[in-house]
């Protein structure tokens, strides 16, 4: 399986805040590579998918880059709704595999 | 809009089948643009690909659960399914139906899950 590991676990930030989190594959996958937002007790949402494209509705303050086995997340300035679990997830090969999560608080 | 949405019990007995069926609305799910997957999120864990099936009735399984897992298609009922035998404690989780999009290559629409505990 390719193994993904975000850093950090977890984060602490405040309203306004730039923010990256990062994502790292264990081998190549292009540029397959998502971005999903949970909040508690929701399921997952889509934010960036294929590395660097907006999903329909969300906020422009989301960003993605990277490519091969490095990739970025990044939030430019943080809103008081941002404050969740972020999961990069590959779907180069299956079985699709998801990062350990990135939890930002305040 | 696509709605998914996860039904079946929310406890079953160690070694026994776990059988959940997610029910598709506003959207075929004959259509070939997607996959139909299952996840799971352990409590306070991270989350986990189980398998998908395509409208054919190709499935694609995580090799970790392939020996315990069947998934498969109603297309009368716009649904499709999950059935994990010989359960242990360690397949306690949040079930999710997700649809994967070809065109994304990503998940874009998600059921709200449903939590599975396997107890005595």
């Known amino acids: 399986d390719f193994q993904m590991t975000q850093s950090p676990s977890s984060l602490s930030a405040s309203v306004g805040d730039r923010v990256t989190i990062t994502c790292r594959a264990s081998?190549?996958?292009?540029?397959?590579l998502n971005w999903y937002q949970q909040k508690p007790g929701k399921a997952p949402k889509l934010l960036i998918y294929?590395?660097?494209n907006l999903q329909s509705g969300v906020p422009s303050r989301f960003s993605g880059s990277g490519s091969g086995t490095d990739f970025s997340l990044i939030i430019s300035s943080l809103q008081p709704e941002d404050f969740a679990t972020y999961y990069c997830?590959?779907?180069?090969?299956?079985?699709?595999?998801f990062g350990q999560g990135t939890k930002l608080e305040i | 809009q696509v709605q998914l949405q996860e039904s079946g019990p929310g406890l079953v007995k160690p070694s026994q089948t776990l059988s959940l069926t997610c029910t598709v609305s506003?959207?075929?799910?004959?259509?070939?643009?997607?996959?139909w997957t299952w996840i799971r999120q352990p409590a306070g864990k991270g989350l986990e690909y189980i398998g998908r099936?395509?409208?054919?009735?190709?499935?694609n399984y995580n090799p970790s659960l392939k020996s315990r897992l069947t998934i498969s298609l109603d297309t009368s009922e716009n649904q499709f399914s999950l059935k994990l035998s010989s359960v242990t404690a360690a397949d306690t989780a949040i079930y999710y139906c997700?649809?994967?999009?070809?065109?994304?290559?990503?998940?874009?629409?998600w059921g709200q899950g449903t939590l599975v505990t396997v107890s005595s």
């Open positions: 997830q590959q779907s180069y090969t299956t079985p699709y595999t």
């Open positions: 099936i395509y409208t054919s009735g190709t499935t």
């Open positions: 997700a649809r994967y999009s070809v065109i994304l290559a990503g998940y874009d629409d």
């Open positions: 294929v590395a660097s």
């Open positions: 081998q190549s996958i292009s540029s397959y």
């Open positions: 506003g959207d075929s799910i004959s259509s070939s643009s997607f996959y």
